[in-house]
């Protein structure tokens, strides 16, 4: 019997032990015993496909990566400590000395830090893409361009990348397209349907989706995972079982997460309109948003996220932020709680601003990260906090 993926989410679970629990057991170990040292010595020669130390493979972690496969539409995946040790592990894993890595320009701030940073000391070079030109991204291709990466939508600009071009691109210059799908989750795309070799997320954040733990993943074609998983096994980036087994359970309820968030940020993005102290608010299915026709053909819905850009600048996004009642001040998203940061003073601050202006973050850029309080709360407390600044 074939099962939609939402309920593979659900139902995808590690054999039932002797106990017969119902809900999935937690492999909380190290290693696993063998009966003898033939078993030992085949599991070791993978012979088989034993546990044999949680650095390399454990049933709670494999569980979490079956239901990601089964999301993304994937045929393997390695589960990671955090969103960050992904990311690194994969460029670790596919990039050497001489190579040229070309990746969108708006990327997370600690990607960024790896790019510019960390990788020139193994002599791999970058180009950096504006994601406003895709008409320039084929030119930045050299013969040593490895790997291409992007975000879609972006941290916090959500703009949109075209992954049905990007995809072909990829193909026609035989490169790994590598994609962090973090922010819209496979609820809303999935961009292995649009020729990325590699996907993925930060769980978290929205996988996750209740701001409980760290953790990370990357699925995909099964040639490459493999040699990712050679790397990890090696180096160690392996994610915990515990957080493996949190996560695994947030699977299952992550289709109707995602929605309900989608239903509240909608409701927000209707009550901002028009609004007398804003400049614009930025939404992916918002028809205002520059990327529009874009976001509406790869993504079912908006997502949670959605930017405003405030009048009066850096002073007036750190007056509401000061004026918020109940939304958290946190440098999260994707929570059951409503979130609202001010990047332009906080994680973006040390770009110039013409460097924050080319990545679209404005002087008075707001993110909000629409939880699943009732949307009426959401609403009111913006709006009573854009009425103080
Ligand atoms: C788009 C994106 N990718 C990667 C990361 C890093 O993930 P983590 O914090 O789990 O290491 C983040 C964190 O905010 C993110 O927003």
């Not at 085949?42 to 044999?52: L, M």
């Not at 045929?75 to 001489?98: H, K, P, Q, R």
Request: aromatic share 8%; net charge negative; proline share 5%.
């Amino acid at each position: 019997m074939s099962l939609h993926p939402n309920t593979q989410a659900v139902r995808i679970q590690t054999p039932r032990t002797n106990e017969m629990e119902h809900s999935t057991p937690l492999f909380l170990t190290s290693s696993f015993c063998f009966d003898n040292s033939e078993e030992m010595r085949a599991a070791f020669a993978e012979e088989n496909d034993s546990n044999i130390y949680s650095r390399f493979s454990n049933p709670t972690v494999q569980e979490f990566i079956d239901k990601m496969c089964a999301l993304e539409g994937a045929e393997a995946g390695f589960a990671t400590a955090s969103g960050m040790s992904a990311i690194f592990g994969v460029f670790m894993a596919f990039l050497s000395s001489g190579d040229h890595l070309l990746s969108c320009k708006s990327v997370f701030g600690s990607t960024h830090t790896i790019i510019t940073k960390y990788l020139q000391r193994w002599k791999i070079d970058y180009s950096y893409a504006d994601i406003k030109h895709p008409e320039t991204w084929e030119s930045l291709i050299r013969p040593n361009t490895k790997m291409i990466y992007v975000e879609t939508p972006t941290n916090p600009g959500l703009d949109i990348v075209d992954m049905e071009w990007l995809g072909a691109l990829a193909r026609k210059h035989n490169i790994i397209l590598l994609v962090d799908n973090c922010f819209a989750t496979p609820v809303l795309q999935k961009p292995i349907d649009y020729g990325a070799d590699l996907v993925l997320h930060s769980a978290t954040k929205w996988l996750d989706g209740q701001g409980r733990v760290l953790g990370g993943v990357v699925v995909g074609k099964k040639e490459l995972i493999r040699d990712l998983y050679l790397f990890c096994r090696n180096t160690g980036p392996s994610i915990s079982p515990f957080n493996a087994w949190v996560l695994s359970k947030s699977l299952e309820t992550l289709d109707v997460r995602i929605q309900r968030h989608c239903d509240n940020a909608e409701a927000l993005v209707k009550a901002l309109e028009g609004h007398p102290k804003l400049n614009s608010i930025k939404y992916p299915f918002h028809p205002s948003h520059p990327m529009y026709e874009i976001a509406k053909k790869q993504m079912t819905r908006g997502g949670g996220l959605v930017t405003f850009d405030l009048k009066g600048g850096v002073e007036a996004g750190k007056k509401f932020m000061d004026a918020l009642q109940m939304l958290s001040l946190t440098s999260n998203l994707g929570d059951t709680r409503s979130i609202a940061s001010h990047p332009p003073s906080t994680t973006h601050s040390k770009l110039s601003r013409e460097e924050q202006e080319s990545v679209s973050i404005t002087p008075g850029l707001i993110r909000i990260s629409v939880g699943l309080e009732h949307a009426s709360d959401i609403i009111a407390d913006i709006m009573q906090a854009l009425d103080k600044c």
